[in-house]
Nanobody, 127 residues
Framework: QEQLVESGGGSVQAGGSLKLSCEVGWYYLSTNVVAWFRQRPGKAREAVACIDLPINKTYLIDSVKGRFTVTKDDTKSTAYLHMDNLKAEDTAMYYC????????????????????WGQGIQVTVSS
C-alpha cells in the first residue's frame, strides 16, 4: 500500500455532518499518529486534527474544537474524522497522513513530519 485510502467526503449544508475514514493499512503497526490536514480554496494546507494511536489521545485546532472528533478502530487499522456542525469555511480538500518514522506528537501539526498521505477527499459545505 503506497498511500492511505480516504473515503466519506461529499457535500452537505451548513450544520450537517460527515465522517471521513482513513485506512492506514500496514503502516498502522509502525506509526504512532494519524493526522488530518485540509487545504481550503486559495489557502495553504493546514493541520486539523490528529490521534496519538498508542494512548488514544486527540489534538484539534481551535476552529474545529467542539465540532470535530477523531477516533480509531484498531481492528480495521482505520482512523476517522467526525465532523459535526459543519460550516462553509470547512470546505476543503481533506488529507490524512502518517509516517513510519513516528513523528513527535508535539510536531503533529507540521506536514513535513509525514511521509505517507491519502489521496485527498473533497468536503463541500454550502451555506
Amino acid at each position: 500500500q503506497e498511500q492511505l485510502v480516504e473515503s466519506g467526503g461529499g457535500s452537505v449544508q451548513a450544520g450537517g455532518s460527515l465522517k471521513l475514514s482513513c485506512e492506514v493499512g500496514w503502516y498502522y503497526l509502525s506509526t504512532n499518529v494519524v493526522a488530518w490536514f485540509r487545504q481550503r480554496p486559495g489557502k495553504a494546507r493546514e493541520a486539523v486534527a490528529c490521534i496519538d494511536l498508542p494512548i488514544n489521545k486527540t489534538y484539534l485546532i481551535d476552529s474545529v474544537k467542539g465540532r470535530f472528533t477523531v477516533t480509531k478502530d484498531d481492528t480495521k487499522s482505520t482512523a476517522y474524522l467526525h465532523m459535526d456542525n459543519l460550516k462553509a469555511e470547512d470546505t476543503a480538500m481533506y488529507y490524512c497522513a502518517t509516517s513510519p518514522l513516528r513523528p513527535r506528537i508535539s510536531d503533529w501539526w507540521r506536514d513535513g513530519e509525514y511521509r505517507t498521505w491519502g489521496q485527498g477527499i473533497q468536503v463541500t459545505v454550502s451555506s
